[in-house]
């Protein structure tokens, strides 16, 4: 595996670029547009990226790992791993329907049956390197106009793995949504929570910041009753398998990262981690995407094994650890990720 040459300081160039941009116009406009469905974009970035197909990068300073690699190829993999064995994964792959209107760009997707296969192919070569004794997060969708795929076919496709065990079925609720007047507004998205092995759960992660204000649950213990509230760790109330605590219009967030549809919050990442991993152990996130895992990840002290078969989002993968730690910045909210391609489109 090669490693390429890094880029010059980017945080220099930014200075460079006006932000002139009156307050209205860049709280309604990102500066770097979607990327997932602009190849001509995708084209135009990669020559500034560091990695290209079958490249990783190891952080000098974590021992985090990112790679420009096919999740589906058991030999990347192994690159990316180097014999390690990450104690937990959390993956966010191609939900693989399509998103929007006739007003908005509409998301790609393939044959079901091919989608399946790939998802075979990344899941099996995933397990073959986690720990024996592993957490395993998959987010994925479901098309209400289709069948409600892929969810279905992947929760049958994961019961062909015996050593994974379910163990919850997590919705994280949108503050926004889509629907119709003659529906329930959609605003779901679907965790599923697997195990292999007997992994620890800290069950400390999932309080929320949330006040617990019910009462009325009464056990006995010891000969005396007492109220939900008396026996309670915290005065929040734990999270649950359904999540409303995470604000996710991330226009209004640091950690936005422009050009990346569909990022996860910050938060939720974070709190998966915290779940289920000590300092210092390894997770793994085959779709680095917007780099979501990885901050997260240093953030709590762990190490991160990601990468994207594409060198753009393995490339902002890198440039958000970056600029996290020379300006303790989660994200860059309506800043271009890719100053340069301002300068030089």
Known sequence: MNSRKGTDSLFEVEDRISLSTSKISQERLE?????????????????????????????????????????????????????????????????????????????????????IQFSRLWIKNLLSQLADHASFYLWTGADIKNGFQPLPDLMLLLRQFPELVPRNFITMRNQRGYGTQKNWMWVRQELLYYVKGNPPFFPEAEYTDIPRILRGYYKDVGGETIETSERSRSEFIRAGNVWVDIQQVFYRL???????????????????????????????????????????????????????????????????????RATGKTGWQWQNPFPEWEIHP
């Open 254 to 324: 640091e950690e936005n990262v422009p050009g990346c549809y569909a990022q996860k919050p910050l938060k939720s990442i974070e709190r998966i981690i915290a779940s289920g991993t000590r300092a210092g152990e390894g997770v793994a996130d085959l779709f680095s995407h917007s780099g979501t895992t990885l901050i997260a990840g240093e953030r709590l002290g762990r190490r991160v094994f990601t990468c994207d078969i594409e060198p753009v989002f393995a490339e902002l993968t890198i440039r958000r650890l970056e600029r996290f």
């Open 31 to 115: 500066k770097l547009p979607r990327l997932d469905t602009d190849l001509a974009l995708l084209t135009s970035l990669r020559r500034f990226c560091r990695l290209g197909p079958g490249d990783v990068w190891t952080d000098p300073v974590s021992g985090h790992r990112v790679g420009c690699l096919d999740a589906s190829d058991p030999e990347s993999l192994q690159c990316l791993m180097q014999n390690e064995n990450p104690v937990m994964a959390v993956n966010d792959p191609p939900y693989n329907f399509r998103i929007g209107n006739e007003h908005s760009t509409l998301l790609s997707s393939e044959k079901l049956e091919e989608y």
